[in-house]
């Protein structure tokens, strides 16, 4: 068959290419169509918003990000890999030590979140994950979206390094998580204060700020 085809010439002209990209031709070869093309994008996720925010801090951020999807090494999880790893929350021992145990559950966790949530104008925790990431979606004035992703994420990030507890047999005090969890705001807000979504977020903190007994 390629025999019966007539050998291209330079009588014919120059030689020039196309380029075919969703129907559409094109002279110009883009590098963002052509990966947007093999590599379709997922649809936005309706959480992500919960998470990613300008001025985030990473390490708190991406902690969040993985425990969002399940991603975490909790017991839970590491038991199922065949390691004969114990199940118990390495926090309480009292349950297995799943993302909504550890995170929300455990009775450690609910202690620091009745300190945090506290500030932010909510007198009780949260039912399971998807609760604290509707409520996090959620608008509570007087309290910033930016405010509550920025403390939220700070809790998640200082409980999970709890599980340091495994490896050092030294466990931090609720009262002296939450002076970290408490500072860690304070510091993020004062040096992000040029951005205008920081601006008013110290105040906002310290709206329902009480002096706790047990705290000092
Ligand atoms: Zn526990």
Redesign the pocket.
Known sequence: MLLSITAPTSNGGSDFYWWFVEGSTTTSFSTKLTWEKLCPAAPPQRWAKAIWYKGHIPKHTFTFWVANLNRLPTRERTARWGTNAPSL???????V?SRT??FI?????SMVWRLVLHRLGRNQSFLDWPDMIEWLLACTRPFSLTLKRLVVQTVIYHIWKEKKRLHTSIASPVASVFKLIDRSVRNSILARLKSNKFKNLLSQWFIHYKKCPFLA
Do not use: K
């Open positions: 929350c390495c926090i309480c021992g009292f349950a030590e145990h550890m559950h455990c009775q450690y966790s």
